[in-house]
Nanobody, 123 residues
Framework: EVQLVESGGGLVQPGGSLRLSCKIA????????MAWFRQAPGKEREAVAY????????DYSASVKGRVTISKDIAARILYLQMNDLKPEDTAMYYC????????????????WGQGTQVTVCP
C-alpha cells in the first residue's frame, strides 16, 4: 500500500471551480494506475476519473466528462483533479486511489485510498 493525502476541497458556489490534489507519500511504479472517486452521504462510492501514472491514458465518468480534468506531476508525486462548472450534485467526499485490482477502473477496487477531501457546492 501507499499513503495518499488529499487536499483542496471546500465550499464553492454552483458554476465555480476547485482543484483537488493528492500527494503520494512515496515512490510508485510507473505502470501504476490512479483514480479519483467520490461518495455522497447515503450513496455508493462513484468513479470520477482515471489516469495511468506512466502513460497519457485518462478516462472519465459520464457525469463529469467535459467539466473535469485529471492530471499528474510525476516528479512531485501529486495527482490533480481540476473541476469546473461545479454543480450541487458534485457535492461529496472525494478520494484518490492507487493500484487498481480490477480491469474495470470504475470499480472501487484499489489497494490504497486516501482519507478524502470534502467538496460542497451550494449557493
Amino acid at each position: 500500500e501507499v499513503q495518499l493525502v488529499e487536499s483542496g476541497g471546500g465550499l464553492v458556489q454552483p458554476g465555480g471551480s476547485l482543484r483537488l490534489s493528492c500527494k503520494i507519500a512515496e515512490y510508485i511504479a510507473i505502470r501504476s494506475s490512479m483514480a479519483w472517486f467520490r461518495q455522497a452521504p447515503g450513496k455508493e462510492r462513484e468513479a470520477v476519473a482515471y489516469i495511468a501514472w506512466g502513460e497519457s491514458m485518462t478516462d472519465y465518468s459520464a457525469s463529469v466528462k467535459g467539466r473535469v480534468t485529471i492530471s499528474k506531476d510525476i516528479a512531485a508525486r501529486i495527482l490533480y483533479l481540476q473541476m469546473n462548472d461545479l454543480k450541487p450534485e458534485d457535492t461529496a467526499m472525494y478520494y484518490c486511489a492507487a493500484h487498481r485490482t480490477s480491469s474495470d477502473w470504475t470499480r472501487a477496487l484499489y489497494r490504497s485510498w486516501g482519507q478524502g477531501t470534502q467538496v460542497t457546492v451550494c449557493p
